[in-house]
């Protein structure tokens, strides 16, 4: 096994992501787990050196760009800082020549640092010690420092390294950026500027490098290169044995989709409507960080990292979770989940999501799903409502792109696309997918046209994130419209069936992506209800209470209208029953009466999507096999709507024919196996949720974390061990804790009180923080309890 | 020494460029100098795995594209089909892992075929021997033949060969392709159409694999993927040990620029005028190729192979040249030249030209320069007349943009563009180039503005071909139009100077591109002054006795008004004389009155260039030095104007003062040093030329072949050494041998009759193969012969 977690020997306390071999397998997924970011820019963290199967990737949160009308937008890779080129005596250095010994590389996820120390033995048999430190800045969001140090431990060297900015990058073969300008000003500090090619956005880089020896600065030579799309130095030095050389680079990133640029622009979409403007933004972003860079150039890596470390570990204050497990790794994979979700999150700016893969790689280019609405959201909402609001307000930012959607598909109000990109990209998801092995064509991707439920996901986020939060002011700016909005596209969309006299839901994809065109697929169809039956109270409510509120969202939306459809409508939406007999609800229509086969070759997969190699999607369709969790999610959701007897019913049907081929599968089902009392089968479906990236199988983080999971993976802790709900607007904490776990301990954030919860398996007690008069009503195993300053509840066996 | 090349061990006969062993810091150059083509297609011999620092490259060929207005055409990188990622019991094949031995790599020039031999010891310490072959046929220019032989030696294995079309390719991250469509059908034959982002020119891929051992068809496993801009197959099978694995990939390349395709397009351009017409092609293309790759998937690589092998060793026959030398290299650098131009050279087409560096690298981004007219040409218009007229006919079918260059510059007639591309591109030299050291920006590239002799070394190359073959009627249709144009750019382009009574030719760039904006650089003055003569020339014998001819030309060009300007300007354009007492012509107006510096360091440099790690372009401009050959190359074209005394002393006053910073320099300044009987010179002269590609420089060809010091190699022995001169139409052969060499032997075609010439230290042997009763005007060492079947000349001591 190459991939080792730290072990909890005390000194680092569970929160170092190691690898303690080199090898090449591993290349792409440390690539991902191991990425650095600060929600505004990430960096996939390749090697310094280069390795062939390596993905090099920068990504700026937001800066989407479209290389052609044939393709759909996706997150530019901008170009790397991060290859460092190193020859030593004249061989380059690399580890698949000359011997590597006493390798480690180490991810600290308190510090955010990412080092590697290794001993390298050239094919000259001469050593040398090498030790690589990078960061990306929490502190100054543009800023990147990186850091080698280079000791020969046999004779004296001679050391080149090449280093500068690289905008030969592309997203697999797909460029979005001109050639740009590349210049040295003062023979040292390295510029390049590139403007992606359709959506007008420039790319700023400037990059120093400082070399230190026997604590001075200390160079002999450098060499200026000017290449293609790419702008370098050649820096030589002659080092003496046992002496240390410390190259230092830093380097910094602007857009001028950045928020500080485009505000200036009405439009505020950082496409600037005049040249002259775009001309004087760049002016001004090239005066300030040409000055910037030269100011840092004049500090040194320890002091920057300092200045990043520390704003880092004000968020680890916050989002303290703390594991008593038999297993350390339990900790580290919460710590782990939570700093990739600080590094992806653009908490900096509104007007884009979070990607399905944050910034760590190309895959789902950068798009939003409903992964941020259903599995990531909670964990703002709950701990940083800031951020959460965020998040929510970007989808308000969409919402014209989700009429458009809705009226080119024949329906009223907001749909929401599958996909998200921009704010006004509209529905993003593209056509085409991977081979279809029947055909030999590529498999159309029908989640763009027919996967709909996204957009009840986002009213339901909206409605949870407000009865956490009791953020009015958010939902008069922006929550009662979008609520509005969502319940008006799903009265648009019910389809009145005349033999049945009631509305259904026909030809869509459920959360089971693995049945397509399906009919009244019971997720989608309670959650539309839901979304109806949502509005009807809230205009009620504004209606009545506030109405100034009301009436202007009735002259924007056509309220008045609308809710006589709803009242019309709600009582006959197709909503499928339990049977009578079996309590099983079926998940479509057709779902039930498809073929069953021997799912245990799948069901023991060592990669996901084993059955596509037997079978294509037609077939796949054609048998009861679920990619993930579909109707245990709605169960999740709206808990109150279904019994114990239901939920275990049809969790001992579906379970076994999920394949959770999908990273937002096993954290539901974890946190569903709890709800139906195996907290041991809870606790194995989390250990398996919690491997999904940190795991020893080589190849699924390629194109980039899995983001849902993270969050996935602390709602199983804080919603399923911890038993934490937003049940009907009342907190309710039923905890249940896996036998391998003495303690768990986390805040939550509830109405604006910050609560500390500490679960045993003998005692719940919570300490509201906040020093107020406020009374917190909260639902403990079915009592009521009133929390001023402290309670203390003992669980009994159950 | 990394590259061996064969020393003529008999079997072989000098016909192979070898590597010896594995060096990694050789990858470029070798891809180069053993890159494969046919004059369609061209292919980079990077290797079948892959290796950091390699560039894979195919190109096409005239299908040039544009990426942005902000830069100029170039021919797009298309997808790649030589990369072979092969797995041997789990672990990639890659020689920077376990252990290489037996090593070969063979490019042999008289098959075309690339090959390479290697026993391989995995980190697992087994072995495995394997050869690749690989080449691009000579008989059907689409298609392009690979081979893998595996044979495990130590125990049985289990192979993985990942192999298909890879459209990730770019041009140094330029890319020109849109993503295109991918497909298999049957499950077999596997297809990439991608089209050009600009030009709208689609690249059509197919590709089919057949595995083979214990002489049948046989694989375990076939896996398809598609994945973006990519098509692959993933094929498995168990081998016992010592049996032979035996893999085939055959793959076949179109475009719609293709000759036969676009015919049918009235604008002849490739780029179709409707997509009606676009589709229709598109399907034919499709349909055809299919069928053919499916007839070919039936025959074994070796029966394809042959088929190449025969069409290449006909073009051996028409190009043999022998060379005795006590040096076996000499004969092995003519046959590599000489290998270069058959597969650089689109014979087949006349609606583009050669590029800079053939179709082996991304250097000159496939571009024709001067390099064509002036060093390449003489080899075919003496060799293979055909192609020297497509190659004209290329500039004829260029008129257009010439003629809109002059005027945007002010002037009349065709001002031929430095850099030309696609037939009505125009100037598409580039604006910007390598970092000036001292402003740390760009350096701004002149030649596309002022480096305009260009336009009279065409009308030269006109001419030169014209008095060797006779060809009139290529003069009638193409010929006699550029040579009245360029005479009339001329004529618009003198300025006249008041006050010394004359015209001169004011700020350009001569041949010595070391200077920029001089005046009356003596290059250019003459070459000017000798298009206008040589126009005022045919323009009277036109009128004389070609009076339809005549008529035509002067309705459409205004002949009568240019002719008279052409008589008033031609005694008054002011050209540098030689200095009566030191017999110096001055290269400019400046030049000899510049800084001389002590150039010891700058002639004995590795790489080129090297002068510009201490002065910029500015400051090299004044000192007197040179790139390369300038005044040589006039004393060479027009060698009648200058004594010998003339020529010995600019010999020694500029000789010293080049840096053959330019691949064209040296095989001119080869000449001249014979010229001016310095053969022992010459000889080594020639030596340093014949190392330009295949010498052991590690870095010189990395961007690409050195297409036109091919061309100069080939003259440099032929028109040097072997003395074969036009002069004033005359056929004029004065050989003076090296003293390494004993024999000399080629063939030329002089007036439409092939002459065997063989050269000893005593005697030249002249025979007329072709049968006819053709009498040859020939003159040898000043007197004049009367070649019939055969003559012999005495070579005194000289």
Redesign the interface.
């Given at each position: 096994m190459s991939i080792k977690y730290d072990e909890g020997l005390g000194k680092f306390e569970n929160w170092i992501v190691k690898e303690t071999n080199f090898d090449?397998n591993y290349l792409g997924k440390c690539e991902a787990i191991m990425s650095l970011g600060n929600g505004y820019l990430g960096i996939r963290s390749a090697f310094e050196e280069?390795?062939?199967?390596e993905t090099r990737n920068l990504f700026v949160s937001g800066a989407f760009n479209r290389?052609?009308e044939?393709?759909v937008t996706e997150l530019p890779n901008a170009a790397d800082i991060t290859n460092l080129d190193i020859k030593i005596n004249g061989e380059?250095f690399?580890l698949?020549?000359g011997k590597t010994k006493d390798y480690s590389r180490e991810l600290n996820l308190k510090t955010g640092e990412l080092t590697r120390s290794v001993t390298w033995e050239s094919s000259k048999k001469e050593n040398f010690k090498l030790v690589f430190k990078r960061f990306v800045s929490l502190k100054d969001l543009h800023l990147i420092g990186m850091k080698v140090e280079i000791t020969p431990l046999d004779s004296d060297a001679k050391i080149s390294i090449v280093s500068g900015i690289d905008?030969?990058?592309?997203?697999?073969?797909?460029?979005h950026f001109?050639?740009g300008e590349?210049?040295?000003?003062?023979?040292k500090f390295i510029e390049l500027i590139q403007t992606t090619?359709e959506s007008e956005i420039d790319f700023i880089f400037y990059t120093v490098h400082n070399g230190y020896g026997n604590d001075i600065k200390t160079v002999n030579k450098t060499?200026?290169?000017?290449?293609?799309?790419?702008?370098f130095e050649d820096t030589e030095i002659n080092l003496k044995k046992n002496d240390k050389f410390e190259f230092e680079k830093l380097s910094l990133v602007y857009t001028t989709r950045d928020l500080e640029f485009s505000i200036k622009n009405s439009e505020y979409t950082g496409k600037y409507s005049s040249e002259e403007l775009r001309t004087s933004a760049l002016k001004e972003i090239r005066k300030n960080s040409l000055s910037k860079i030269k100011y840092y150039s004049e500090k040194k890596y320890e002091e920057l990292f300092e200045e990043s470390k520390n704003e880092l570990e004000k968020k680890w204050i916050n989002y303290a979770i703390t594991i008593e497990s038999e297993n350390n790794f339990d900790q580290l994979a919460l710590r782990f989940a939570i700093y990739h979700l600080i590094v992806m999150t653009p908490a900096h700016d509104s007007r884009y999501g979070i990607g399905a893969k944050g910034l760590s790689g190309e895959g789902y280019k950068g798009h939003s799903f409903w992964d941020t609405e259903i599995f990531i959201l909670p964990f703002f909402s709950y701990t940083d409502p800031d951020i959460a609001r965020k998040l929510l307000e970007y989808r308000y930012h969409t919402l014209e792109g989700a009429r458009k959607k809705a009226i080119e598909n024949g329906y009223e109000g907001a749909m929401y696309p599958w996909e998200s990109a921009w704010m006004n990209d509209g529905e993003v998801t593209p056509i085409w997918g991977?081979?279809d092995?029947i055909t030999?064509?590529?498999i159309k991707i029908w989640s763009g046209f027919i996967e709909q439920h996204v957009t009840s996901d986002i009213a339901f986020a909206i409605w949870q994130y407000y009865m956490i939060t009791k953020d009015e002011e958010f939902m008069e700016s922006f929550g009662y419209e979008v609520l509005m909005d969502t319940a008006k596209f799903w009265a648009s969309r019910l389809e009145w069936v005349v033999g049945k006299n009631r509305y259904e839901i026909l030809d869509v994809i459920g959360p089971d992506e693995y049945k397509e065109h399906v009919d009244n697929n019971a997720f989608t169809n309670y959650m539309a209800k839901w979304n109806i039956d949502l509005a009807i109270k809230y205009y009620e409510n504004l209606k009545e209470n506030k109405k100034e509120i009301f009436s202007k969202l009735n002259e924007k939306l056509g309220l008045e209208k609308a809710y006589s459809t709803w009242k019309d409508v709600l009582d006959k939406i197709y909503i499928p029953a339990p049977n009578e007999e079996t309590l099983l609800i079926p998940q479509d229509d057709t779902y039930l009466k498809k073929e069953i086969i021997d799912l245990t070759k799948y069901k023991n997969q060592e990669n996901v999507g084993s059955i596509f190699?037997d079978y294509n999607l037609d077939q796949v369709s054609d048998i009861q096999v679920s990619k993930q969790a579909d109707i245990m999610t709605l169960f999740y959701l709206l808990e109150n709507n279904f019994s114990y007897e239901v939920k275990k019913a049809n969790w001992n049907y579906y379970e076994p024919k999920t394949l959770h081929d999908s990273s937002l599968s096993l954290s539901t089902h974890a946190i569903l196996a709890n709800d139906i009392s195996d907290t041991e089968l809870s606790y194995s479906l989390f250990k398996k949720a919690s491997q999904i990236d940190l795991g020893t199988n080589m190849k699924t983080s390629d194109h980039g974390i899995h983001a849902a999971s993270f969050g996935g993976l602390w709602q199983s802790v804080v919603c399923g061990f911890g038993g934490v709900r937003m049940l009907e607007g009342i907190l309710r904490i039923n905890p249940r804790l896996p036998k391998q776990w003495k303690n768990l301990e986390f805040s939550i954030i509830w109405h604006n009180n910050k609560l500390q919860i500490k679960i045993t398996h003998s005692l719940l007690k919570i300490i509201k923080l906040s020093k107020n008069q406020d009374l917190i009503e909260i639902e403990i195993f079915d009592e009521i309890y009133k929390l001023h300053d402290e309670i203390n509840v003992e669980i009994g066996a159950n």
């Open positions: 090449i280069s390795y062939i199967g290389f052609h044939s393709e380059t690399n698949l020549t905008g030969q990058q592309s997203n697999s073969g797909t460029q001109y050639e590349k210049r040295f000003y003062n023979k090619t060499n200026m290169k000017i290449e293609r799309r790419a702008i991977p081979v092995i030999g064509t590529a190699e």
